[in-house]
């Protein structure tokens, strides 16, 4: 694991909230090479974000550790930008400043004025957002909003791009057109990208790999799936790609019968036999 340039080592998280006791994550490890676009997929409440959170010193693991390029994750840094489903922009600043912001913060002693300004105009234009510059967000579209986000994203230049739902809230084609922006962008910069997602479709076009978790609590790694797909890849013509449309089945099969079976034996077994732990399906 040390040799990878993310490494999350033997992650426990257990939430104590007014007493009660909430396991949400079992030893997860998981080492991401720099460069590669890992996406976590698992029903909700297993706990992505939680890991999301993790890796971005958001929130404190119970035990384990989050290294980034051979330096512990303590707390949240410009090392790592997140973007979240629902924008973070803030709504009295103009998409310009919303951008400046995080840049001349990042870069305000590294890059001159002249520069930081140049880099901002590049990261919107990046996105297809150079002509809303003077916009506020109340005043652009949902799909123009996460571009944003994610142009102030990039702009701070992080080791790791945590994506938690980027495209959830949008409508399928926004979405797909937002799909093929990141694709291009992973492309031509070569992000570590780690996005959590409940699109089984979108987890195998933009993924070098899919991290499937089970289902909480204690969610742990169930299967890890390597999408060995050449880029760049084209949606219409993947859609009759039969190694495509067996990666789908693959994860699909983990969501809906792996997992599915397991709740059922729980159920089962909590049934029969008081509240015993449910036994989790490994890889
Ligand atoms: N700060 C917290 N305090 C207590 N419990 C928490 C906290 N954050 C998350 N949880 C619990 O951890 C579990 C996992 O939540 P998490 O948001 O990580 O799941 P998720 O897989 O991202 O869900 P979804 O797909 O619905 O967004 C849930 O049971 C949730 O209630």
Redesign the pocket.
């Known amino acids: 694991m040390a040799s990878h340039y993310l490494s999350v080592e033997q992650v426990d998280m257990t939430?104590v909230?007014k007493g009660a006791t909430?396991n949400?994550l079992k030893e997860i490890d998981l080492g991401v090479a720099k460069g590669e676009y890992i996406s976590i997929i698992?029903?909700?409440?297993?706990?992505?974000?939680?890991?999301l959170n993790i890796i971005a010193g958001l929130?404190s693991s119970t035990s384990g550790a989050v290294i980034l390029d051979g330096k512990e994750v303590n707390a949240p840094g410009p090392d790592r930008s997140v973007v979240f489903q629902n924008h973070s922009l803030l709504p009295w600043l103009t998409v310009y400043e919303n951008v400046a912001l995080a840049v001349n913060k990042t870069f305000a002693r590294s890059k001159t004025k002249a520069e930081r300004h140049a880099w901002i105009l590049k990261n919107l234009e990046m996105v297809g957002m150079s002509h809303a510059l003077n916009k506020r967000p109340s005043e652009i579209s949902g799909g123009m909003k996460q571009r944003v986000g994610i142009a102030r994203a990039l702009a701070m230049e992080p080791k790791v791009l945590l994506l938690d739902?980027p495209f959830g809230a949008l409508d399928a084609l926004t979405r797909a057109h937002l799909q093929e922006e990141v694709m291009r962008i992973q492309d031509e910069l070569g992000n570590t990208v780690i996005m959590?997602t409940?699109d089984v479709d979108e987890a195998v076009l933009l993924s070098d790999r899919i991290v499937m978790?089970t289902n909480?609590p204690s969610a742990r790694i169930g299967e890890i799936l390597e999408i060995d797909l050449p880029r760049p890849r084209n949606r219409i013509t993947l859609a009759d790609d039969p190694r495509y449309n067996r990666y789908r089945q693959e994860v699909l099969r983990f969501l809906y019968e792996k997992q599915r079976k397991v709740e059922h034996l729980a159920e089962r077994r909590e049934k029969t036999a008081g509240a015993a732990p449910a036994k989790k399906a490994r890889a």
């Open positions: 939430f909230t909430t949400v698992g029903h909700s409440g297993c706990g992505k974000s939680t890991l929130t739902e959590i409940h978790l909480g």
